[in-house]
């Protein structure tokens, strides 16, 4: 029989020999290619790929020639006043580790990725540019907060490398050089980002987003361009481009036969007397029109191949003036071959309010197929969206989303209305029912969301049943209710079920 330490001395022999043994295996992982390692240390922490330097001599080889360098995950981005009071601490480290990291760079080893979060001096941030620069970067993305406002680093116009520029300034902003040296560069450049720039002394960009200044460029992004009143891009590679944010803007002209798409939101003087917009896009497929003045005059040309629509303007005055009104009216129109299209509550609302718009023509959506509108679904918005329903013959989807406050306006539904006479929303309605003609010979689907039991939801969904010839489905997705209101919720829909149909195979659907 075998004895404890001679079970010992086995499994002590055992355990030398499967270190023994694991010492001689290979190491795998080692063996890589280099563009293997560097895609796999990407998804890790830029301090923990440092750390891996210490393993061998073969690791910290890839650790110089690492081409993607994000120092995100730093955080070292904080508010100028806290910065202030940590700049010897942990701020400071971060921005030196920085250094470091560029500075150990190996002289032949180029940047492909450089991304920064940080409070930095202009110096600072100026010298970890031009480090970039001789590195040969080509995606450079940069987020600085600073103690003043700096300079648009010169080294940037010039290089030859940079495919990639993201630009963002979280306080103060920063300055551009004169035109003149920026119209000579950015040859190279195919995605340049700005945010927060500063144009007080320059308001005017006329001749800067051309082909000669930029004949590679793409997507186009600016952002609180603070004092920029003119701005023309004629681009012919261009095929994205994104304006926020620019609230001084008066005059946008955008000429770009490759355009997909386009984001301006937040833009234009609202106290402008003499702003316009052109727009000329032929291959644009996508615009996004969120929360802008009404500029005086609109001249949207050749969108030939529009696809997705949203609409949304930001009105100052409820009592708007002619010219804007037709200024609406031109934009509208032209939008009007989209195939989806998406309306803000303020364009209900201007469609709706201003009896003077009963003389400006809106020109006919004859290929859209999707309609989605934010309303207050007041009575007084009622002719606001017949007018779109009448423009839209077309469409075999609606999707009506009832926002604001429900209360304003509003009466609940009598049901003793059906025993006497219509209610003024019913005569509305029936009156629009021959203007209206092709629209409900086309329509297919309805989406009602937020539906409560109110005179004006109940009488449309009454319309739409009593006339749509081809509908197939009507969806009614009502808000909370309290407890107390259920037994009248039920007895509502329950006579929602009895309205008569014009179609046969329509289905109602409470959610």
């Not at 993607?68 to 202030?84: G, H, K, P, V, W």
């Not at 580790?97 to 032949?108: A, Y």
């Not at 490759?258 to 007397?273: G, M, P, Q």
Request: hydrophobic letters at 40%; glycine letters at 4%.
């Amino acid at each position: 029989m075998e004895t404890r330490s001679a079970k010992r001395k086995k499994l002590l022999d055992a355990s030398k020999q499967r270190l023994k043994y694991n010492e001689q295996e290979e190491d795998r992982i080692s063996d890589l290619p280099n563009d293997v390692l560097h895609h796999i240390l990407f998804f890790l922490p830029i301090k923990s790929i440092a750390q891996t330097s210490v393993l061998s001599k073969r690791w910290r080889n890839l650790w110089y020639s690492f081409p993607d360098l994000d120092f995100t995950s730093l955080n070292i981005l904080t508010n100028a006043a806290s910065a202030r009071k940590k700049m010897s601490s942990y701020c400071l480290k971060g921005a030196e580790f920085i250094d470091q990291v560029l500075g150990i760079r190996e002289k032949h080893s180029d940047i492909r990725l450089l991304r920064i979060r940080a409070f930095l001096s202009f110096s600072r941030l100026n010298g970890l540019i031009r480090r970039a620069i001789k590195h040969n970067v080509q995606e450079l993305d940069i987020e600085v907060s600073t103690c003043d406002y700096f300079n648009f680093p010169r080294s940037i116009i010039t290089s030859d490398s940079l495919r990639v520029f993201r630009l963002k300034s979280w306080r103060p902003g920063f300055r551009l050089p004169p035109l003149e040296i920026m119209k000579a560069g950015f040859l190279s450049i195919s995605n340049l980002s700005l945010s927060r720039v500063i144009l007080h002394d320059q308001p005017s960009l006329l001749n800067l987003f051309t082909d000669s200044s930029f004949p590679l460029l793409k997507k186009l992004h600016l952002e609180a361009c603070f004092g920029l009143k003119h701005l023309r891009i004629i681009c012919r590679s261009l095929e994205d481009l994104a304006l926020e944010s620019c609230f001084q803007l008066e005059n946008l002209e955008i000429s770009s036969p490759k355009l997909e798409r386009l984001r301006v939101s937040s833009c234009f003087d609202a106290y402008s007397v003499s702003s316009w917009v052109k727009i000329d896009a032929p291959a644009l497929q996508i615009i996004f029109w969120s929360y802008n003045t009404i500029t005086e005059e609109s001249f949207l040309h050749n969108l030939t191949s529009l696809h997705e629509a949203f609409v949304g303007f930001f009105v100052l005055h409820e009592d708007l003036s002619g010219a804007k009104l037709q200024s609406v009216s031109n934009f509208m129109s032209g939008i009007s071959n989209c195939r989806s299209l998406t309306l803000e509550n303020q364009c209900i609302e201007i469609l709706s309010k201003n009896n003077r718009f009963a003389g400006v023509l809106l020109c006919p959506f004859r290929k859209l197929e999707s309609l989605e509108l934010y309303t207050g679904f007041n009575k007084h918005n009622n002719p606001g969206l017949a007018s779109l329903f009448r423009i839209s013959p077309t469409i075999h989807t609606i999707i009506i989303k009832i926002v604001g406050d429900r209360g304003t306006e509003r009466k609940q539904w009598n049901k003793n209305l059906w025993d006497l006479s219509s209610s003024g929303e019913e005569r509305y309605w029936e009156s629009q029912t021959e203007g209206l003609k092709c629209f409900l010979h086309n329509l297919k689907v309805v989406k009602i969301h937020g539906f409560a039991e109110y005179a004006n939801d109940i009488s449309l969904v009454k319309f739409l049943l009593k006339n749509g010839k081809v509908l197939q489905e009507l969806f009614l997705c009502t808000s909370l209710s309290k407890p107390r209101d259920s037994l009248f919720r039920e007895k509502i829909r329950s006579q929602i079920m009895g309205f008569s149909r014009a179609s046969s195979s329509a289905k109602i659907v409470f959610q």
